[in-house]
T-cell receptor
């Protein structure tokens, strides 16, 4: 069965700390991978995506993610978080049927 | 260009009542989706459609029906609402990746959400 797992449900960081959110997927065949973000009171927006090629992808606002095929992982990273990064982050996988993880609530303390 | 529009934005139902959520997109997207978002559960796929006249079950289809009679619309119906269906519902749409003219292919565009409460 297709599935996406996010292991960190709640993360609290101070500004300037580094961030890494884990995502593992189970999907037969080629799969597209995504990270979406939901800021408080808003709907989901794309942070970054991986379809093929360079496994290290860069997204908006300084976020990046690394696709490791052997580990079925697509972890999200940011070297230095800001208070404005407080949001819920969702990993997703699919080709036409898109499955989301349970999300990670990130709170950044000023 | 409105993107993805969901109506209604809020609705309160009594157990057993029926209702329909409407999703409309003006981007000529082939694929459309209905998700529900619940605390600690993330987004769960209810039903989806890969083209006009086609629908398929997602992860949590029970208690819901859908129709895609027109390419731009995707309707989600609750025939007999239950308290367990209290949730925020999101519609999304995208183009298939074969549409290489669009950099947005395979990227979901979401609506603003519809908050449904079943008493």
């Amino acid at each position: 069965a297709q599935s996406v797992s996010q292991h960190n449900h709640h993360v609290i960081l101070s500004e300037a700390a580094s961030l890494e959110l884990g995502c593992n997927y189970s999907y037969g065949g080629t799969v597209n991978l995504f990270w979406y973000v939901q800021y408080p009171g808003q709907h989901l927006q794309l942070l970054l995506k991986y379809f093929s090629g360079d496994p290290l992808v860069k997204g908006i606002k300084g976020f990046e993610a690394e696709f490791i095929k052997s580990k079925f992982s697509f972890n999200l990273r940011k070297p230095s978080v800001q208070w404005s990064d407080t949001a819920e982050y969702f990993c997703a996988a699919g080709t036409y049927k898109y499955i989301f993880g349970t999300g990670t609530r990130l709170k950044v303390l000023a | 260009n409105a993107g993805v529009t969901q109506t209604p934005k809020f609705r309160v139902l009594k157990t057993g009542q029926s209702m329909t959520l409407l999703c409309a997109q003006d981007m000529n997207h082939e694929y459309m989706y209905w998700y529900r978002q619940d605390p600690g559960m993330g987004l769960r796929l209810i039903h989806y459609s890969v083209g006009e006249g086609t629908t398929a079950k997602g992860e949590v289809p029970d208690g819901y029906n859908v129709s895609r009679l027109k390419k731009q619309n995707f309707l989600l119906g609750l025939e007999s609402a239950a308290p367990s269906q209290t949730s925020v519902y999101f519609c999304a749409s995208t183009l298939p990746r074969e549409n290489r003219k669009s950099s947005g292919a395979n990227v979901l565009t979401f609506g603003a959400g519809s908050r449904l409460t079943v008493l």
